[in-house]
């Protein structure tokens, strides 16, 4: 298997990010975040997982990271993609399937993902269990180091969502999620984008959001004082 581990541009002197996200290195792949396949979705609020994939969707914006998007059937019952995601990801390029229910069938998927030399790919779709596992796996026996957000996933129920966890675990596929994504590819808060990534939190955890706000309530009000 190829490890995007050898190789990481973001490990630092003390070790640390050995074991993290090179976000040199990664890619995002956004699988059929469909308006009709929101409906279905049981095992976590639809709101949140929209706000999720918004989140991941400005993130990799912020921080130039490659963003491939694709849908099944996206004129039939399945809908289209919502529109947050291209709205917060202008860059990301859409590929057309050709009725594959998974994306790494399509050879032109496929061949996207290997044009853009990354090794890492993170995974957000609906249904996790097909979506997300059918390509996750694949890309898995093809070399890549892979990554499912599940929480910017979603399935008919929560016991699918179980099973379709386990078996990620089962195929070398990392689970994670929104919050730890943001903050693995955040890294430090010396970085000139520290404050819109502040503004990020607030969406992959959003009572941080009455955190940052309160505290600039604060500050605000000791300047006036002083």
């Known amino acids: 298997m190829v490890s995007s581990s050898t190789a990481q541009s973001s490990v630092l002197p003390t070790g640390g990010g050995a074991a993290l996200l090179d976000p040199a290195d990664t890619l995002v792949l956004l699988l059929d975040h469909q308006s009709g396949l ?6 976590i609020p639809v709101a949140d997982l929209r706000r999720n994939v918004e989140m991941i969707a400005r993130l990799c914006t912020l921080l130039k990271i490659p963003v ?6 996206p004129s039939g019952s399945n809908g289209p993609l919502i529109p947050e995601i291209h709205r917060d990801a202008p860059h990301a390029v859409y590929v057309p399937r050709k009725g594959e229910v998974n994306a790494w069938d399509n050879a032109d998927f496929v061949a996207e993902v290997e044009a853009t030399g990354r090794k890492t790919l993170v995974m957000a779709g609906v ?14 026996a093809a070399g890549y180091d892979v990554y499912a957000v599940i929480d910017a996933s979603g399935d008919p129920s929560e016991m699918v969502s179980c099973v379709s966890l ?8 990392k689970p994670t999620s929104t919050n730890a994504l943001l903050s693995e590819l955040h890294r430090t808060w010396a970085r000139p984008e520290a404050a819109e990534l502040a503004q990020l939190y607030g969406l992959a955890a959003p009572n941080y959001a009455a955190v940052m706000e309160s505290y600039q309530g604060a500050q605000k009000a000791a300047r006036q004082a002083g």
């Open 68 to 73: 491939i998007t694709t849908a099944s059937e």
């Open 38 to 43: 929101f409906q279905t979705v049981k095992d």
């Open 166 to 173: 386990a078996r990620f675990v089962q195929g070398g596929v």
């Open 127 to 140: 249904w996790t269990s097909v979506c997300v596992m059918f390509p996750a796996l694949d890309a898995r």
